[in-house]
């Protein structure tokens, strides 16, 4: 797993496990015969009262609609990582870059969540007993950040990470503004005044209009690169 290259706010913290580059990367890195290969937005929004309401309107609208939307500490610890590994696995098996993940891997995950106090701020939605959407939001810890002399973090580098699928049969009834709301809500509830939406692929309009209806603003831009190797 690796993470694109920022094309801006060169100067900002940007989220947890998004790569902070210096401008001159890119003209190292296309001197190197690199091409562009993919581009992404990253999505923020500061938290105000009105957003808080949209997103427990959200949460209220799918759970009228019969889905549960819970937190991975209120799902047993036994179905955590299967339920999440499956939704995960088949919401991003068209989407550019993925690389499917294990159980175990998430097991482990989680567990370095749990540790963590994260659980609260990852989501499973259920149809049923049917897991058809996950979420992975765990907040940042500020303090593994390297500052230069004199430089102090600002309230709104103090962010988050979101990564979010949703199976097929339940796109399109509002379990991503479900899952992303309830998140949302977590991390306000814990004193976030600015949240991330996190990278999403150019194309992925989707996502793009989810993001945006949760009540996110792009700012920033990533690309990745691509490198094609032929014999001489």
């Not at 175990?104 to 370095?112: R, V, Y």
């Not at 998140?183 to 949240?195: E, M, S, V, W």
Request: aromatic content about 10%.
């Amino acid at each position: 797993f690796d993470t694109p290259f920022a094309i801006d706010t060169y100067g900002v913290l940007p989220p947890h496990m998004l790569r902070q580059n210096p401008a001159y990367y890119h003209a190292l890195i296309k001197r190197a015969g690199f091409e562009t290969e993919q581009g992404y937005v990253d999505y923020q929004l500061d938290v105000t009262d009105a957003l808080q309401r949209r997103w427990q309107s959200a949460l209220d609208a799918a759970r009228a609609a019969g889905y549960q939307i819970l937190p991975l500490t209120d799902v047993p610890k036994e179905r955590r990582a299967r339920d999440f590994t499956l939704t995960v696995n088949e919401s991003y098996a068209t989407h550019w870059g993925w690389s499917p993940f294990s159980e175990e891997e998430f097991s482990g995950l989680f567990e370095s969540l749990e540790a963590a106090g994260s659980l609260e701020t990852s989501i499973l939605a259920y149809e049923g007993d049917e897991p058809v959407g996950g979420l992975l939001g765990p907040p940042d810890d500020p303090g593994e950040a390297l500052l230069a002399p004199g430089r102090e973090l600002a309230a709104d580098e103090r962010l988050n990470m979101v990564g979010i699928g949703v199976r097929e049969r339940a796109r399109g009834r509002g379990v991503s503004y479900a899952m992303g709301g309830l998140c949302f809500l977590q991390l306000a509830h814990r004193g976030h005044t600015r949240i991330a939406y996190t990278l999403v692929l150019d194309d992925n309009w989707g996502s793009r209009r989810t993001g945006e209806g949760l009540g996110c603003d792009l700012c920033g831009n990533y690309v990745a690169y691509r490198r094609e190797f032929r014999k001489a």
